[in-house]
């Protein structure tokens, strides 16, 4: 039986702009609120002073407000970039998550939250053909300032609903891969450490390339890990956080 659709609550925030003439829509962009309730997030993203807004939020029972025209630039990603593109903005959608988020007292997503997520994030994604390797959370295109939507967001759950990846769960004994290149960690360096923070280049991340592993590459190991590996999140970079991110790779081909 099919999920019965959910109506959508109109509550208009000001804090929008336009959007480049030549900007296609072609990301999606998960977020919590990190605020003590859904009335206090609600309040801020309309707050013409707080200069933030989403174009949907999503509250913990599975009702669903939309703040902003999707036709509309809300101001949801901050300081972000994708593949090389700044201005996130211009070019997504943004959805918040009714969640305290890490500083209030992080917590799971509830199921008719995450019903609604992925029945709003589908109908979004076949509105503007998002690529599934292009949904993200915040910490993806923001990782040195945002832990958003976090390690206890259920993305299987929404790949599972088609939308977005998520690799599959085959643990790797030990930290050593088949090539012999050991678990990589700050502090390491050489081509292994160049390789790594290509391919996290390559699938969209921006990560240094220097063949250092330093503290920024750590970072952007950690938001990949929050995203798709969530069981350990350590900012070192083992064999069952390579081969994730080459089946990612791989589906992007």
Same mark, same amino acid.
Request: contains cysteine; aromatic residues 8%; charged residues 25%.
């Given at each position: 039986?099919?999920?019965?659709?959910?109506?959508?609550?109109?509550?208009?925030?000001?804090?929008?702009?336009?959007?480049?003439?030549?900007?296609?829509?072609?990301?999606?962009?998960?977020?919590?609120?990190?605020?003590? @309730?859904?009335?206090?997030?609600?309040?801020?993203? $309309?707050?013409?002073?707080?200069?933030?807004?989403?174009?949907?939020?999503?509250?913990?029972?599975?009702?669903?407000?939309?703040?902003?025209?999707?036709?509309?630039?809300?101001?949801?990603?901050?300081?972000?970039?994708?593949?090389?593109?700044?201005?996130?903005?211009?070019? @997504?959608?943004?959805?918040?998550?009714?969640?305290?988020?890490?500083?209030?007292?992080?917590? !799971?997503?509830?199921?008719?939250?995450?019903?609604? $997520?992925?029945?709003? @994030?589908?109908?979004?994604?076949?509105?503007?053909?998002? %690529?599934? @390797?292009?949904?993200?959370?915040?910490?993806?295109?923001? %990782?040195?300032?945002?832990?958003?939507?976090?390690?206890?967001?259920?993305?299987?759950?929404?790949?599972?609903?088609?939308?977005?990846?998520?690799? %599959?769960?085959?643990?790797?004994?030990?930290?050593?891969?088949?090539?012999?290149?050991?678990?990589?960690?700050?502090?390491?360096?050489?081509?292994?450490?160049?390789?790594?923070?290509? !391919?996290?280049?390559?699938?969209?991340?921006?990560?240094?390339?220097?063949?250092?592993?330093?503290?920024?590459?750590?970072?952007?190991?950690?938001?990949?890990?929050?995203?798709?590996?969530?069981?350990?999140?350590?900012?070192?970079?083992?064999?069952? $956080?390579?081969?994730?991110?080459?089946?990612?790779?791989?589906?992007?081909?």
């Amino acid at each position: 039986m099919r999920a019965r659709r959910r109506a959508v609550v109109e509550h208009p925030s000001p804090n929008f702009g336009p959007r480049p003439t030549d900007a296609a829509i072609d990301l999606l962009i998960l977020h919590y609120t990190g605020m003590q @309730s859904a009335e206090a997030a609600i309040a801020r993203l $309309c707050d013409r002073a707080a200069a933030v807004s989403a174009h949907y939020v999503i509250d913990e029972d599975g009702t669903v407000y939309r703040l902003v025209d999707e036709r509309e630039r809300a101001w949801h990603a901050g300081v972000s970039a994708w593949q090389g593109r700044g201005d996130v903005n211009s070019f @997504s959608v943004g959805i918040e998550l009714v969640n305290p988020g890490h500083e209030w007292g992080y917590r !799971a997503f509830p199921a008719a939250q995450l019903a609604a $997520c992925a029945q709003l @994030s589908r109908a979004i994604v076949k509105r503007h053909a998002i %690529p599934a @390797s292009r949904v993200l959370g915040h910490s993806d295109v923001a %990782p040195a300032r945002k832990q958003d939507p976090g390690e206890r967001f259920d993305w299987a759950h929404l790949a599972h609903h088609g939308v977005g990846l998520w690799p %599959p769960d085959e643990p790797a004994d030990g930290d050593d891969d088949e090539t012999g290149v050991a678990l990589l960690a700050r502090g390491a360096g050489g081509p292994a450490v160049l390789a790594l923070q290509t !391919a996290l280049v390559r699938f969209g991340y921006s990560c240094p390339t220097t063949g250092m592993f330093d503290a920024a590459t750590e970072t952007v190991v950690l938001a990949f890990q929050r995203h798709f590996r969530p069981g350990r999140l350590d900012g070192r970079f083992d064999r069952e $956080c390579r081969r994730r991110l080459a089946w990612l790779l791989a589906e992007m081909d």
